[in-house]
T-cell receptor, first 118, second 118 residues
Framework: AQKITQTQPGMFVQEKEAVTLDCTYD???????LFWYKQPSSGEMIFLIY??????QNATEGRYSLNFQKARKSANLVISASQLGDSAMYFCAMREGVGSGGYQKVTFGTGTKLQVIP | DTGVSQDPRHKITKRGQNVTFRCDPI?????LYWYRQTLGQGPEFLTY????????KSRLLSDRFSAERPKGSFSTLEIQRTEQGDSAMYLC????????????????FGPGTRLTVL
């Protein structure tokens, strides 16, 4: 089974509208973390937002919020008031487990390409 | 600029040649990671360092790949006898993990090195 599933290969949104990017995850570890990254065409992965599995509140960072539904194992990213500069690939990622040396594996989804239309 | 830097940004090489990439992490970060990203996929974990110790390696890291972080600061990733299948974006990330407290351990990425093997 895929650890991280992003079912939307591509999305369009009108400028100034809100958009939700879907992410579901699969883990049996009670302690895990969920991340969203943005990757513009330049290639750099930009950290957007983090949600811990024990966090009671949904994470928010400016125009980004994470709709965390633990029972459904979903961690959707909501971008409010879309801007042209939001056009990029968006990756959901999960950190889980503890390997050797304290490393917790981070697994990325396949991404969603968001295009903001003027 | 205090972000993660990578050099070179682009590398074109002929099959069978050796290549080396460099990553300079955020200065106070003690953890460093290498990922490989192919078209249409999210980053895939290759290896992880805590300070100068290489503590985790993916099965993706064949014996042609070697990574070092000699003084716990910058890191190098070398690919020997390159193959066309090695063509990808190679991403470096760093994070700061202190003690055993739970926390995001957020990874911050560099701009990547795009490798093309002809």
């Amino acid at each position: 089974a895929q650890k991280i599933t992003q079912t939307q290969p591509g999305m369009f949104v009108q400028e100034k509208e809100a958009v939700t990017l879907d992410c579901t995850y699969d883990t049996s570890d009670p302690s895990y973390g969920l991340f969203w990254y943005k990757q513009p065409s330049s290639g750099e992965m930009i950290f957007l937002i983090y949600q811990g599995s024990y966090d009671q509140q949904n994470a928010t960072e400016g125009r980004y919020s994470l709709n965390f539904q633990k029972a459904r194992k979903s961690a959707n990213l909501v971008i409010s008031a879309s801007q042209l500069g939001d056009s990029a690939m968006y990756f959901c990622a999960m950190r889980e487990g503890v390997g050797s040396g304290g490393y917790q594996k981070v697994t990325f989804g396949t991404g969603t390409k968001l295009q903001v239309i003027p | 600029d205090t972000g993660v830097s990578q050099d070179p940004r682009h590398k074109i090489t002929k099959r069978g040649q050796n290549v080396t990439f460099r990553c300079d992490p955020i200065s106070e970060h003690n953890r460093l990671y290498w990922y490989r990203q192919t078209l249409g996929q999210g980053p895939e974990f290759l290896t992880y360092f805590q300070n100068e110790a290489q503590l985790e390696k993916s099965r993706l890291l064949s014996d042609r790949f070697s990574a070092e972080r000699p003084k716990g600061s910058f890191s190098t990733l070398e690919i020997q006898r390159t193959e066309q299948g090695d063509s990808a974006m190679y991403l470096c990330a760093s994070s700061l993990k202190e003690g055993r407290l739970a926390g995001p351990d957020t990874q911050y990425f560099g701009p990547g090195t795009r490798l093309t093997v002809l």
